[in-house]
């Protein structure tokens, strides 16, 4: 682990995984819960955690580099899904890579309960962990100029919905319907760091 001072109050903490940055993520926030931090933000990226509004980067940075973290804690909270029709144009090539039907890149995709590890990209986007690393795909080799919104792509280790229309070199092998951002909801992302999610088949959505 790594504690590196971005500006007067913030830190970066680098670490090897995105497993142990989850559990970065979730230790800071237990010491904030119980007053043992004093931090106006805490982001979690792949393998970064960011803390923003430290009163003492540097008293921080000493700790956490000398402290054994656990891994982060099973979430209680309520699975969201996400109703999903698996009829994405790159559905068969992510069956190819899988070498599987078409029909079981849906029935593995749907079975796997995921974790959203951390938010970016754009408003809402969450990229999303659980699959076995056997499953990991390649981004697309000529990324789309255009994606639409609801579109549910893999890339790499993670499954992400895109929450509006935008360029993207993602796998998509489905569509949802689920409103992953709105600026009139509290909160307005529907995904946050640490949400379990499953995707739910159905017909037609």
Do not use: K, N
């Not at 500006?7 to 970065?24: H, I, R, T």
């Not at 593995?108 to 499953?135: D, K, M, Q």
């Not at 255009?146 to 919905?161: I, K, R, S």
Request: with cysteine; proline share 10%.
């Amino acid at each position: 682990m790594r504690a590196l001072p971005v500006g007067d109050d913030a830190l970066l903490v680098e670490v090897a995984s995105g497993e142990e940055a989850q559990a970065v993520h979730a230790e800071l926030l237990r010491r904030r819960a119980e007053g043992l931090l004093s931090v106006r933000e805490i982001v979690p990226a792949a393998r970064t955690v960011l803390l923003d509004g430290l009163t003492d980067p540097a008293r921080l940075a000493s700790e956490l580099t000398a402290a054994d973290v656990p891994p982060a804690p099973p979430r209680a909270r309520e699975v969201i899904e996400l109703p999903v029709r698996y009829d994405g144009p790159d559905l068969a090539d992510v069956a190819a890579l899988w070498d599987v039907p078409e029909r079981e890149v849906a029935r593995i995709h749907a079975a796997t309960e995921f974790r959203v590890a951390f938010c970016g990209f754009a408003p809402g986007f969450g990229y999303l962990t659980g699959l076995p690393a056997r499953y990991d795909v390649p981004r697309r080799a000529t990324p789309r100029t255009a994606v639409h919104a609801g579109a549910v792509g893999l890339a790499g280790p993670y499954t992400g919905v895109y929450p509006r229309a935008s360029p993207g070199g993602w796998q998509l092998i489905g569509t949802t319907t689920a409103v992953l951002w709105d600026h009139t909801r509290e909160p307005a992302a529907l995904l946050s760091p640490g949400t379990r999610v499953r995707f739910v088949p159905v017909a037609d959505v």
